[in-house]
C-alpha cells in the first residue's frame, strides 16, 4: 500500500502536504562537532516521507509500519513503549511551537521511509526535517530550513533525549543533489560544495557495536576537554580544540600527556583536513578528496582510538582498489560503517567482492548500499510542491 493509501486507510482523508527529506552520511569530520570544529556530508537519496493533514480537534493521530495508529492528546509529553517513535515528530511540533507556530487544533501524519532505520544514515533526522516541513506548510508557517534544522535538532536533543549534534538535520536540511554540505559547528552555519554527480558513496556497514559504545563516545569527550586543560596550561589560551593549529600543536605536544595528545591531534588533524577537502572540492579536485578521507581513518585507527578489526579490514580492502578514491569509518566509531567514495567504475561486482571477502573473514556479510548525493528536505506534494520524487508515493 502506497503512503497516500494507506493515509486514506487509517485517516479516512486525504493528506494536505507530503514532505521528504533525504538520510545523510559523514563525509569527514570525525568528532569535530563537539570540539566546534566543521564537518562535511551528505544528503542521500534514501527518504522518510511524511503525509501530514491539520485537523481541527486537539489531537495527535500518527501511522507508521513500525507499529499500530497511536493517538496523542497531550502533545507535551514524550511517550514510552512501542509508540515512542512518535516523539521524534511530536517533539518538533513542540519546537515549532516555541516559534511561534499556531497551536489551535492538531494534526494527523503517516510516515513511510527508504532510510534503513539504525544504519548510520540518520532516519531520525530524516523523519524530523520532513515532519517539521510538513507541519510549517499546513500550518502556513514560515521558517527557512536551516531554523528547521536547528528546531528539530532541539526536538532530538530536548524531547527524544539523544545528544546528538548540528550534523544529522543540518545535511538532511541543506543538502543538495551533486553538493556535499559544510557545518561549521561553532558558528552553527552550512554551505554547500560542489561534487559532481559522477560520484557515488558506498556504505558497508558491520552491524556491529561495541557494547561500551555510549560510555567510550563520553571519554573520548572527557579527553578532548582535559586536553583542553592541558594544552592551556601549557599557555595556549584556547576554548576549544578547534581553537588549535597543528603547527601550534606540535610545538607543546610532549609536554601532554600522550594518551590526550593523541586525542587532540587527530582532532586537530581531522579539522584541517576537512577544510581540505572543501578548497579541494571547491577547485572541482574530486579525486584528491580520497586521500583526505584514507588519513582521516588511519587517525581514527591510530590516534583517536575509535575504529575496530571489522572497519579496519573494510578500509584495507578498499584501500588496495583502484576504483575506489577513498574511505573511512563514518559516524562515531566503535563499530557502525564505513563509507567510500568512488568514482563511476566502481560497481556492484566491486562491492560484491569487498562483501564476500569480509565474510569469509568474519563469517557475516556486512550491509552494502549504494547512494548518492541529493536535495535536503521539501515538499513533494501539496501547498508549493517544489518537486516530485519518483517513488511508491501513488
Ligand atoms: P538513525 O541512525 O537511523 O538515526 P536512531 O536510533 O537515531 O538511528 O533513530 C531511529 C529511530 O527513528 C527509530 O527507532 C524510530 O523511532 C525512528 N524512525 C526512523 N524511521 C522511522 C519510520 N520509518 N517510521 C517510524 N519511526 C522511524
Ligand atoms: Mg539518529
Redesign the pocket.
Known amino acids: 500500500m502506497s503512503l497516500k493509501e494507506r493515509f486514506r486507510a487509517n485517516f479516512a482523508a486525504a493528506p494536505d502536504i507530503i514532505a521528504a527529506a533525504p ?1 545523510r552520511v559523514e563525509v569527514i569530520g570525525n568528532h569535530t562537532d563537539y570540539n566546534l570544529g566543521p564537518v562535511i556530508g551528505a544528503g542521500i537519496d534514501r527518504h ?1 516521507f511524511v503525509a501530514l493533514r491539520r485537523i481541527p480537534e486537539r489531537e495527535f493521530r500518527f501511522s ?4 499500530d495508529i497511536a493517538t496523542v492528546q497531550d502533545a507535551s509529553t514524550p511517550k514510552s513503549g512501542s509508540d ?2 512518535v ?2 515528530p511530536l517533539g518538533v511540533y513542540n519546537s515549532l511551537l516555541r516559534r511561534g507556530l499556531a497551536s489551535e487544533g492538531g494534526f494527523e501524519l503517516a ?3 527508504d ?13 524530523e526535517l520532513a515532519t517539521a516541513k510538513a507541519i510549517c506548510a499546513a500550518f502556513e508557517m514560515e521558517l527557512s530550513s536551516w531554523e528547521l534544522a536547528i528546531a528539530s535538532r532541539e526536538a ?1 536533543n530536548e524531547f527524544v533525549g ?1 545528544p ?1 549534534g548540528i550534523l ?1 538535520q543540518g545535511v538532511s536540511a541543506m543538502g543538495e543533489s551533486g553538493h556535499l554540505v559544510h557545518i561549521d559547528c561553532r558558528n552553527m552555519e552550512s554551505s554547500v560544495i560542489p561534487l559532481g554527480r559522477s560520484y557515488s558513496i558506498w556504505i558497508f556497514n558491520t552491524h556491529k557495536k561495541h557494547s561500551l559504545v555510549e560510555s567510550l563516545y563520553s571519554e573520548r569527550h572527557r579527553e578532548c576537554t582535559e586536553a583542553v586543560a592541558q594544552l592551556n596550561r601549557e599557555g595556549m589560551d584556547i576554548a576549544c580544540l578547534a581553537d588549535m593549529t597543528s603547527e601550534r600543536f606540535e610545538r607543546v605536544r610532549d609536554s601532554l600527556d600522550a594518551t590526550l595528545a593523541n586525542r587532540a591531534a587527530h582532532v586537530i588533524g581531522e579539522i584541517e583536513r576537512v577544510e581540505r577537502v572543501r578548497t579541494l572540492l571547491e577547485q572541482g579536485n574530486g579525486d584528491a578528496v580520497g586521500k583526505e578521507l584514507f588519513a582521516s581513518h588511519a587517525s581514527s585507527r591510530n590516534l583517536f582510538e575509535n575504529s575496530v578489526e571489522e572497519l579496519d579490514y573494510l578500509v584495507d580492502i578498499l584501500e588496495s582498489m583502484p576504483q575506489v578514491l577513498g574511505a573511512r569509518l563514518t ?1 562515531g566509531g566503535f563499530g557502525g560503517a564505513v563509507m567510500a567514495l568512488t568514482g563511476e567504475s566502481f560497481t556492484e561486482i566491486y562491492a560484491d567482492s569487498v562483501a564476500s571477502a569480509y565474510r569469509g573473514r568474519f563469517g557475516q556479510s556486512p550491509g552494502v548500499l549504494q547512494c548518492h548525493t541529493a536535495d535536503g528536505a521539501r515538499i513533494v506534494e501539496g501547498a508549493e510542491s517544489s518537486d516530485t520524487i519518483e517513488s511508491s508515493l501513488g
Not at 64 to 67: E, L, R
Request: charged content about 10%; overall charge negative; proline content about 3%.
Open positions: 538520510g522518510v507508521s509500519t513500525v507499529s515512542s517513535w516523539n521524534y510516515v513511510e521511509s532510510v534503513p532505520s539504525g544504519a548510520g544514515l540518520s532516519s531520525s533526522a530524516a523523519l532530538e539523544v546528538c544529522d559516524g
